[in-house]
């Protein structure tokens, strides 16, 4: 402790230097953290995916249709626990760049399904007694200053009421709660609600011979309950569908999420390269700086060596400094980063809510600790070996 | 006669004061030229500096090229006499869906070109079809159009650059030639199974680079049935005779009883599906970029900070025997902005060497399926480059430059 003041002295010599260093480490990792919220977002629910959960969509591509007559099937498939079903409903909240990731859906089965996800159940009571009510997502919920309890309208390209009107309203009933999630950015409606829609829709959305009435949906979630015979049971989900007026393509929730992440794909993979680069460089800047610091000082080492000091004291302290340098600077950059991440929506409908994952945050504090070790240990280590005659005669 | 002795001194005046520019602008050589003579002793820091900028700028213009890349595919898909009829309500023609019946008055209103086969009016059918991406294997939406034969017509830019168009009532598609690129699977002659259907592509078409090269495309009546989608359409795509006929056209869609319609000109209706992900990819790219940019300045400030401390002697040594505070200020200045431009101009040159005609698929989140684009790294965006990375010099170089230019010369050479 009591060679604190000594590290501060140092650091303090040349405040502005020291200043300037801490602030490019603050913004290299300020951008980590927005880089790596970025990259979740584009990803988003890859991670979270359940892996006792499956998914059954139209074989030719997702907007097509299934009919709701399979949920039958499949909930007959040993090995299978419980089954819902979602169907794209295109909503958006007063203005169209509101876009809502919004499905319409079998409550009881949901809540079986998604057994995980964060609702009071009083509010998932409330949710299942009432047909015009929905559960919104934490982040929706926080975006649009909505509170359990309000009526809200939501407008729909998609399905129209039976008079025409583009115009739904909902009850919230309950609010899906934040959790680790980041999962939060959906709200669910009623399916049975949905099928009011009017006749008008139907020839719209309704591929004939799919269903009979409104019988169709857009996928089919089913919970397993082993997730090492998952292969078996869409195997045989498809099979059963294989030559049908609709075929079906099952796969794990964590394979469909990283294949819907891929469509957005490249963009995001782009933009993920080039900023680490950037990170790094970045980071070799400041590191420099870090290490010419403590170059320009070898006479002084040297001195301290001839006063006593040991060669690992010597170490520590020159270590010291850049561990200090790197976590004033990095940690708050996180923290910025975080704070930042937690408060903005891009508004663009599929990428809601962009957030850093607490194994990331993780990872970065240890990019922090790294940026010290990295930074200081090479002068550490020439610290380490200078001799006090060569260190004296190069002041 | 008598007024020679002071025109003389006027010359005189304007010849001195000229001479004190002249050696002003010596110095300012001289200290200048000295200055950059010795980057080379301080090859570290600014090597630190040149890097600094060079990734910020070659970053900058990187993300601003998908932009623009993304935005020019999309915008060139529309043309000014081009017009697309959506059901009323509808943005997109994913959400949109027409009577037969409807796209038939569609194709009569007034103002629509006319050619040996009638109206230049295309009922099309927009579906999607899930193709295995190339990059990632996993499959990928891409969209699947059924159009009349008046599509081509509607479309002039297509283009067929391989096999043949397809026959009208057989299971034939056409691929446009960035999906054959794109997608696994879709080259000439190979057999495809979607909606209870075998396909055959039997030919590869370009557009001009357009959104359409993304596209596959087959006879909007054998898609209807094989999509269940009865005999409805999503979209008309047609051609006016002029581009001024867009509003007496849309006037009569619009007021037409039978309808209830959104009628869009081509070109806005692109420019605006683009707007979005342009928005995105542009809000990123500014961020990252100034983002960056602090960290690249922090970095020059540094390396000219200890520049000048380093030169503090010859500094010093230079007020003492006459140069200017100027001068000296100058050449602090000029050097900052000449390590940032070199790292500028790298930047851009490798921007351009990696991503210029780059292409990449990424999701139209208007029509919920791929579209593949060329990053486009324009002179505009070089130039925006360069701009970028003197200014990060101007900022990097000003305090230290001021720094220098009032060095306390006796101090300094009190200090030797």
Known sequence: MKYLHLIRCNLTRKKLRTSFTVLSIFVSFLLFGLLVALRTGFGQGVEVAGLNRLLTVHKVSMIQFLPIKYLGFIEAVEGVEAVTHWTWFGGYYQDRRNQLIMFATDAQGFVEVFDEYEIPIEQQQSWLANRTSIVVGHSVAKRFGWEIGDRVPINTQMWFQADGSPTWEFDIAGIIGAGESGNDGQVYMHYDYLKQAGPFTEIVQQPEGVGDELGAVSMIYLKIDDPDRAAEIVEEIDSHFANSPAETKTSTEKAWAQGFANQVGDLATI????VSVVFFTLLLVAGNTMAQSVRERTAELGVLKT???????IMALVLAEAFILAVVGGLPGLAVADFVTSRITLGVAFIPQIYIPTRELWIGVALVALLGLVTGVLPAWQALRLRIVNALASG | MAGAPSQNRQRTRIWLSMGGLFSWLAQVGAVTWLNLKNVRQRLGASLATVVGVAGVVMVFVGVLSMAVGFQRTLESTGRDDGVIVLRGGATGEMSSGLTLEETRIIGDAPGILSNAEGRVAS???????????????TDVNVPMRGVDQQAFAVRESIELVEGRRFEPGRNEVIVGTTAVREFEGLELGSKLNWGEVEWTVVGIFAAGGSADESEIWADAKVLQPAFRRGTSFSSVHLRLESPQSF????????????????????????????QTMTALIRGVGYLVGALMAVGAVFGALNTMYSAVSSRTREIATLRAIGFGAGPVMISVLV???A??????????????????????ATMNFQNFSQVAFAFAVTPQLLTQGAIFALVMGLVGGFFPAFRAARLPVATALRRL
């Open chain 1, 271 to 274: 933009v993920t390269a080039i």
């Open chain 2, 247 to 274: 509003t007496a056209l849309k006037d009569a869609l619009t007021t037409d009883p039978r309808l209830t319609v959104n009628v869009f000109q081509a070109s806005e209706f692109y420019a605006e599906q683009s």
């Open chain 1, 307 to 313: 006063l006593g000091f040991s060669d690992r004291k």
């Open chain 2, 123 to 137: 009922a099309e059918v927009f579906a999607i079809v899930g193709v295995p991406k190339r990059s990632t294997g």
């Open chain 2, 335 to 337: 050097e900052s902005l």
């Open chain 2, 339 to 360: 390590l940032a431009l070199t790292g500028g101009v790298i930047g851009a040159a490798v921007a351009y060497m990696l991503f210029n005609g780059f292409t990449a």
